[in-house]
């Protein structure tokens, strides 16, 4: 007897007609026209079954604070962190874990299982630290919470920066952060590359740090970053975020960078939404789009995801935990418009950030964990489109959360009595 039985699924990978048996909160089938005994059974009526979404660059210490004390007028990196500075006195524990359980709501409503979050360890308090432990702890249950210690204020820059940052690990965050680019000089920032890959090496820790998040041409801590990686045999455990210098690097430069990222193994993530907003704010016309070079490393062979990195906080207003929305603007300022670069979007919150985010047993498949999204669109690439209603989100084989699908009824003469923006099967590209 099965715990869940989905059928007539179609998969990311192509697949339709698809049964997904699960057993103690594990995968244990996945074949065509499976019929079997199940405590409940869900047929999915051709609709697209995701292993569930993931998130591997957030701030969920500032989350949901837009407003707080006052918005950021100026749109800028700069403003946002001065704005957070301003903040940081005013914060409370308590504040700061309903903020984040209410963020954790929204995510899991959305298919979005997995999260890492950087969290500041400037503040010698480690409020946030600890607050954002006990979050962890308290959705351990339904969602997977990642998190890097994060000097917001520059590890060398601020006065105890290493002993705090070294305190938060020993309480237990999962990850070493840095934010080179925001140390007092480009020597600093590299001495601090250095320093962090050194203690994740000695303490077994993978690395995720806000590298080069800045429209300077000359910001090259990405380099260091790999270089670290390989001297220190990190391969594979190393993540530089945001990356944005890229953008506006010299071509030649590139030309023997990328090749440096793709032999260190490490990974990146672009920031698509936020990127693009807080990018080329010092530009007049042209303004460039900020974002690092997607395509380029993804074809060089560099393991790309895609995070949200804010809602609705000191440097961003929008947002919802829609990592479909994020591919979405993924994919338009990458001009990544093919049906294989849209896929390659949606590989970039799924797949491509649990491989980052060395998360066990996730995809649809036998052994994996049963923890999935049934979207309210037929292929990947119009969740995409559509940002696809969540029908149904399960973990480990239990249903946490469920929206209606989404149609309009129309009263229109003449024409069919209702829309979900779906065209006939016949309309959409062969892949
Ligand atoms: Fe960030």
Redesign the pocket.
């Known amino acids: 007897m099965l715990d869940l039985l989905i059928t007539h699924a179609s998969l990311p990978d192509g697949r339709t007609d698809m049964s997904v048996a699960v057993r103690e909160g594990r995968i244990v089938e996945v074949t065509q026209g499976l019929a079997a005994p199940a405590a409940r059974t869900v047929d999915a009526a051709g609709q697209l079954l995701s292993p569930h979404f993931c998130d591997p660059?957030f701030?969920m210490d500032a989350t949901l604070s837009y407003g707080l004390p006052r918005v950021n007028e100026s749109g800028t990196l700069l403003e946002g962190i001065a704005l957070w500075g301003e903040l940081k006195p005013l914060l409370t524990a308590d504040a700061l874990v309903e903020r984040a359980l209410a963020y954790c709501d929204w995510a899991v409503a959305k298919g979005l299982l997995a999260v890492r979050t950087?969290v500041d360890t400037s503040d010698p308090s480690l409020l946030a630290v600890d607050a954002l432990l006990e979050v962890k702890r308290r959705v351990a249950p339904y969602l997977d919470l990642q998190l890097v210690a994060f000097p917001q204020d520059g590890v060398l820059r601020t006065k105890g920066g290493v002993d705090s940052l070294k305190r938060a690990l020993d309480k237990g965050v999962d990850v070493v952060g840095g934010i080179p680019h925001f140390e007092r000089t480009m020597a600093d920032g590299a001495a601090s590359v250095k320093l962090l890959c050194e203690i994740a090496a000695e303490r077994g820790q993978l690395v995720d740090m806000?590298c080069d998040e800045s429209d300077d041409p000359l910001s090259r801590h990405i380099e260091t970053l790999a270089f670290e990686t390989q001297r220190l045999g990190l391969q594979g455990r190393v993540t530089g975020?945001?990356c944005t210098s890229m953008h506006s690097m010299d071509n030649y430069y590139v030309s023997k960078l990328l090749p440096l990222i793709a032999e260190s193994g490490v990974s990146v993530i672009a920031?698509p939404l936020i990127n693009i907003t807080l990018q080329g704010r010092h530009d007049t016309y042209p303004k460039r789009r900020g974002m690092t070079r997607v395509p380029e490393l993804m074809n060089q062979g560099v393991n790309v995801a895609f995070g949200h990195?804010c809602v609705m906080d000191p440097w961003y207003g929008m947002g919802s935990g829609d990592m479909l929305e994020v591919a979405h603007m993924g994919l338009h300022v990458a001009q990544m418009t093919s049906q294989a670069g849209i896929r390659r979007c949606f590989e970039a919150v799924t797949t491509n950030a649990a491989r980052l985010m060395h998360l066990p047993r996730y995809g649809i498949e036998d052994g994996a964990d049963a923890s999935f999204v049934l979207l309210q669109a037929r292929d990947p690439v119009e969740a995409i489109r559509l940002r696809a209603t969540r029908l149904m989100v399960f973990r480990r084989g239990r249903l946490l959360a469920e929206t209606p699908a989404t149609t309009a009824a129309l009263h229109l003469d003449g024409r069919p009595t209702a829309t979900s923006w779906m065209p006939a099967q016949g309309a959409r590209p062969v892949r």
């Open positions: 660059h701030h950087h806000h975020s945001h920031n990195d």
